[in-house]
């Protein structure tokens, strides 16, 4: 058991590693044991965004997510015998049946460990399966259930890693919950054009509506006045939201803040990267360069050592 649950956290410490996540870079000032948690839960979330984004055919997709639904309803049971998966694993890149089986025991002795309920990821997987029936989105009440099940669910994951007052519990999840839907509707606006071309428009129809700029239009990537609008809205939007989220880092664990504070930063800065380039989406993906992302990090150091 030693030997799968510590091959089980090198499958997951590898997977983080490969993403190149924004994410990633906040676990480095975490305690190790908080560290191998996210890593764990990483991978499987990871896992459900593959499937989603694979080649693979709706239905084998849909299959994926319900043989993955299986896995985790049995978090609780034994750990499987990893050695054999450990080595179909070795050369390959794909999150496999080797690779679940893999994740297995880091995943399942996070969810004990950290007392994190099962139900934030059977949303996640709701959220990932809404992504192989839903292409649109017809109102922001619409959207906000499809953020909250993708992105607001790891914010809940998160805060169980994180720790936090308890006497202050319904008001942490609450803004942990706003923290997902700033990240996502960040996302949102950063990949307009790469989810276009695979038939995906995440911004509501009524605002498309509202500001007289079409579906046509956003495929076509036409930049005018009523998509620099459009796009000025959606932004201040997301901007809500990072304030409310921002109220969450005085309820952690102190020692988990410098972490949280990192994903904030990075994402709040994106945003400002997309508004600052004019919104210019569609010819580049907005990215922060590696001096500013070291400059985060190290300051994220001081605050975890008290010097910030």
Known sequence: ??????????????????????FSRAFAVLSKEQRLAFYSVYAFMRYCDDVSDGDESVESKREGLRRWRALL?????????TAEASEAYKNSK???????????PAFRATLQRYSI???????IIDGTEMDLRAARYETFEELYEYCFRV?????????RIFGFREDAKQQAEKLAELCGIAFQLTNILRDIRE???????????????????????????????NFLALMRFEAA?????????RK???????????????????????????????????QRRVRLGRREKISIMLKAVFMRLGIA
């Open 1 to 22: 058991m030693k030997y799968n649950l510590a091959a089980s956290y090198k499958f997951a410490a590898d997977a983080v590693k490969r993403s190149g996540s924004n």
């Open 73 to 81: 309803d049995e978090a609780a049971g034994n750990a499987p015998d």
């Open 94 to 104: 794909t999150y496999d049946d080797a690779g679940i089986a893999l994740v297995l």
């Open 117 to 123: 309920p099962a139900q934030y990821f059977h949303w």
């Open 151 to 159: 992105a607001s669910a790891v914010g809940l994951v998160c805060l």
């Open 195 to 225: 989810d276009a071309e695979r038939g995906r428009i995440y911004v509501p129809l009524e605002d498309l509506r509202r500001f007289k700029y079409t579906e046509e239009d956003l495929k076509n990537g036409v930049v005018n006045e």
């Open 237 to 245: 939007r997301a901007r809500f939201y990072y304030g409310e989220a």
């Open 248 to 282: 969450l880092l005085p309820l952690l664990n102190s020692a988990s803040r410098p972490s949280l504070w990192v994903m904030m930063e990075v994402y709040s800065r994106l945003l400002d990267r997309i508004e600052g380039s004019g919104f210019d989406v569609f």
